[in-house]
Nanobody
Framework: QVQLVESGGGLVQPGGSLRLSCAASGFSFSTYGMSWYRQAPGKERELVAA????????NYAASVKGRFTISRDNAKNTLYLQMNSLKPEDTAVYYC????????WGQGTQVTVSS
């Protein structure tokens, strides 16, 4: 019943920006913390950013801090990840996750950073 649908991925040049969105349904979105994970080619999945239910507590991976911004709009049941100053090493499939790795996962959206 929980559904998480990512969008906004695509091909972008180094230094560019993308905004990922995650449309959530099937649960009380505003009562759950949410996370973005990613899995790059040849790498293990990693937590990119996490946000508490009301947005008051936010954590980022060191590799994206200062470049990415996680946010949420509880009125729209939507989670966002604004990605700026993108680097080739940001290339990965990005997943919207309910809570953390133990929660429900979306299908993912591909982000490719390349010239």
């Amino acid at each position: 019943q929980v559904q998480l649908v990512e969008s906004g991925g695509g091909l972008v040049q180094p230094g560019g920006s993308l905004r990922l969105s995650c449309a959530a349904s099937g649960f009380s979105f505003s009562t759950y913390g949410m996370s973005w994970y990613r899995q790059a080619p040849g790498k293990e999945r990693e937590l990119v950013a996490a946000i508490s239910s009301t947005g008051g507590i936010i954590n980022y991976a060191a590799s994206v801090k200062g470049r990415f911004t996680i946010s949420r709009d509880n009125a729209k049941n939507t989670l966002y990840l604004q990605m700026n100053s993108l680097k080739p090493e940001d290339t990965a499939v990005y997943y919207c996750v309910q809570g953390n790795r133990y929660g429900s996962w979306g299908q993912g959206t591909q982000v490719t950073v390349s010239s």
